[in-house]
T-cell receptor
Framework: GESVGLHLPTLSVQEGDNSIINCAYS??????FIWYKQESGKGPQFIID?????DKRQGQRVTVLLNKTVKHLSLQIAATQPGDSAVYFC???????????FGKGTKLSVKP | GAVVSQHPSWVICKSGTSVKIECRSL??????MFWYRQFPKQSLMLMAT?????????EQGVEKDKFLINHASLTLSTLTVTSAHPEDSSFYIC????????????FGPGTRLTVT
């Protein structure tokens, strides 16, 4: 069935390096995507979002890239810090009420 | 702003009993709230969409008679797990959208349910 998935379950980076987390989606009709950060035992925290009429959006230290041709989404974190260690989920909005379909998640570990 | 709270943050109950979890939007009104379930090391799975003043819409495979959802006001939605079993043990998370606002959903901190 259609789903939003992540390529890598874990990612380990050195503090100060850039991180790239990838996500593939299968519903070409989706027009709104969000990246969330979830720390252990907590609810998801909004990081950045992007609509399908854009291919890039930047925030503070984070950039989301959207490639509609191959249905691929990525989250780039610049100068990764230990506080960035968490599980990152991409989510795809479906339906008129804004239902979110979450990907499997990537655990990011930042080594000091 | 846009804070969502959940109560309790964790609960332990015996098999066969019912547990109620509250989701509140503290500083905004939410016509739509969502309930998710998350098992360890897994992603969030949408259980149901809750609209103020109307019946909730459940996702396929979620038993509406087991997971009772009530959204009686613009700031409160409740999820009641009835006749809980150990397999219902999970992390339950709610989210809310600002009434008439942007698409962004604001998530609560989650409730850890353990059924013994």
């Amino acid at each position: 069935g259609e789903s939003v998935g992540l390529h890598l379950p874990t990612l380990s980076v050195q503090e100060g390096d850039n991180s790239i987390i990838n996500c593939a989606y299968s519903n070409s009709a989706s027009d709104y995507f969000i990246w969330y950060k979830q720390e252990s035992g907590k609810g998801p925290q909004f990081i950045i979002d992007i609509r399908s009429n854009m291919d890039k959006r930047q925030g503070q230290r984070v950039t989301v890239l959207l490639n509609k041709t191959v249905k691929h989404l990525s989250l780039q974190i610049a100068a990764t810090q230990p506080g960035d260690s968490a599980v990152y989920f991409c989510a795809e909005e479906r339906g008129s009420q804004g239902n979110l379909i979450f990907g499997k998640g990537t655990k990011l570990s930042v080594k000091p | 702003g846009a804070v969502v709270s959940q109560h309790p943050s964790w609960v332990i109950c015996k098999s066969g009993t019912s547990v109620k979890i509250e989701c509140r939007s503290l500083d905004f009104q939410a016509t739509t709230m969502f309930w998710y379930r998350q098992f360890p090391k897994q992603s969030l799975m949408l259980m149901a969409t809750s609209n103020e003043g109307s019946k909730a819409t459940y996702e396929q495979g979620v038993e509406k008679d087991k997971f009772l959802i009530n959204h009686a006001s613009l700031t409160l939605s409740t999820l009641t797990v009835t006749s809980a079993h150990p397999e219902d043990s999970s992390f339950y998370i709610c989210s809310a959208r600002v009434a008439g606002g942007p698409q962004e959903q604001y998530f609560g901190p989650g409730t850890r349910l353990t059924v013994t």
